[in-house]
């Protein structure tokens, strides 16, 4: 029956008219990726994974899964409720002032993944009398947090500083917000997060900054980009990271100014409509957060960074220096081919197509870790060196 039914949803008279022009493009696989980091079984072989974003394999680290396992037996599994009404917990509150800490922010404020993070800042902090200047190649949750909150959205050209000061400079709200990936999902590249929250200043603007990429993978500690370029704790700064990254759990952060996490707390309705978080993700986070802090652990990946860019010279590599390498390929039935042919010979790297990347820009978007070895990588870039 459930068959069926799921067979009858790709039926055109099953769908709604304004669905029918578009394929399904996106297929969900039978992956299982296990706890040994880097091996995942696909379709039933298991395969060397350079698609997670586990950039520091804490997600399957013993003592971050005896936390869980712990806390799971003290709290249960869920939360029970909102964080406002009966889901909040001591651990909770221990863990935002671990967080604001470590990123040097006054405050924080846990929120359930870095889409809702997201979404619920900007819904909150624009009305529809605010002007948001957005990277155009920003994290669609920043995109639809922006749509979400009826302001005027200005999209500049990845990066381009030039053309974002012009539009500051002809625009006349009084409630200006600049918005940006640190590191950018599918490029890899940083943004110039010093010269934006100069900009910032000189505008009398906000900045909204998601680090979900630069935590634990650049900046002092690990503290990621905006450590790196020394803006963390500025009062104009509004930044989210998220867990489901280097720290290898789920859930998400807002650091700020404490008069704005406390303005934060009365509006974001993605904190204040939900669930909180289950109590043994955020227990895992807590032991996650020192071992991520760990040198040697950073140290690893940065290096297996540079071993596979020294493995790569002369590939059709995007700029990067971080976990994120995007090689291009263009065609989206290429991109297909070549992730195809990368896992005959065992490596698991999706292509990556519009409308996550723009037409004409289809890639593979390869993704390292400190769990990856050396004979992995340098298996990994014969097989890209024959694409
Ligand atoms: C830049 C960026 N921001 C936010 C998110 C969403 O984070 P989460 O997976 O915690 O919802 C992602 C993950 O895809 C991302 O790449």
Known sequence: MAASMACMAFEDNNLPSWWRDTPPNRQRRLLASTQNGVSITVDQ???CNFSSNDYLGLRSHPAVIDAASTALHHYGVGSGGSRYISGDAPLFHAMEQALATWKGAEACLLVGSGMLANMGVLQALATRHSAIFADRLNHASLLDGCRLSGAHLYRYPHKDLAVLERML???????RIIVSDGIFSMDGDEADAAALMKLTEKYDAWLILDDAHGNGCTGENGAGLTTKTGIQGHPRLIETGTFAKALGGYGAFVLASEAMINGFIQRLRTVIYTTALPPAIIAAMQVSLPLFQQQNLRQ????????????????PLLPSSTPIQAFMV???ADALGAAKQLQDAGFFIPAIRPPTVSKGTARLRITLSAMHTRPQIKALSEALHLL
């Open 300 to 315: 690893r990946l940065q290096e297996n960074i540079y071993y596979f860019l020294r493995c790569n010279k002369g590939l």
């Open 330 to 332: 263009g065609d989206d």
């Open 169 to 175: 400079g002809k625009n006349k709200s009084d409630q």
């Open 45 to 47: 072989r298991q395969l």
